[in-house]
């Protein structure tokens, strides 16, 4: 999010859902929301939801809310929603077959361009309309694309990664149990899923929530 400096980590991750909430009232002629409205849609407490917004000059109106057009056009300014960012998928096994299928439609600026496999069964054919190409081809292939997401097994992922940073890869998400070493430049998000759910299974049992 280049010039966009000013606005602290914790708020541009909120962005996306923001985003999305407001497309969808948009998309269903809503010209404005009310800060409590947003709360409940997107779990963020409504004082934390003011100090975001006011970053971004929309101080909302007592008894009037928040512009939804004026905010829309902020975001889209901000996620680059108008520019495409291209993906390449590794590993097209259960997990990354699920996403190609999903393709992330919902979120309108990152699109699955490629995705590749080492299995030549699973070559040559199209998978949610993203053609599947040989892990061989990676470095020929890879020209626009500036993510990847890795969902091959831990063992490779390293060497999988060393090739997307050579081929200039500036961001990978993880789906691998593999904590992988990239050069400072480069980021990465980890998404362990069976961390996560064994993460949600201990805090069910240790720290129930009250009604
Ligand atoms: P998942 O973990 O997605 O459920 P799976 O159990 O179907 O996957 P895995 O063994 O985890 O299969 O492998 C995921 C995919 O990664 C498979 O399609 C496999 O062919 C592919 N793969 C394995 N090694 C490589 C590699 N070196 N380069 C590219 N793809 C690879």
Do not use: C, W
């Amino acid at each position: 999010m280049a010039g966009q400096s000013k606005i602290p980590q914790a708020t541009a991750k909120r962005l996306p859902l923001y985003y999305r909430f407001l497309n969808n009232l948009h998309l269903k002629g809503k010209t404005r929301v009310s800060s409590k409205e947003l709360s409940d849609a997107v779990k963020v407490d409504s004082a934390t939801i003011r100090r975001d917004f006011s970053y971004f000059g929309a101080l909302g109106k007592k008894g009037y809310g928040y512009n939804v057009e004026y905010l829309l056009g902020f975001f889209r300014k901000t996620l680059d929603q108008d520019e495409t960012t291209s993906v390449a998928l590794i590993g097209v096994g259960n997990l990354g077959t699920a996403f190609l299928h999903y393709n992330f439609t919902k979120n309108n600026n990152t699109k699955i361009e490629m995705a590749f496999d080492a299995d030549p069964n699973k070559i040559g054919d199209e998978i949610g309309g993203v053609p599947v190409y040989h892990i061989d081809e990676l470095e020929e292939r890879l020209n626009d694309v500036q993510a990847a997401i890795l969902t091959v097994p831990g063992s490779v992922a390293q060497s999988i990664t060393e090739r997307l940073v050579d081929s200039g890869i500036t961001g990978i998400l993880n789906f691998t149990p593999a904590r992988i070493s990239v050069p400072d430049q480069i980021r990465v998000h980890h998404i362990d899923l069976s961390v996560e759910l064994q993460s949600l299974v201990y805090f069910m049992k240790h720290y129930p929530l009250e009604d």
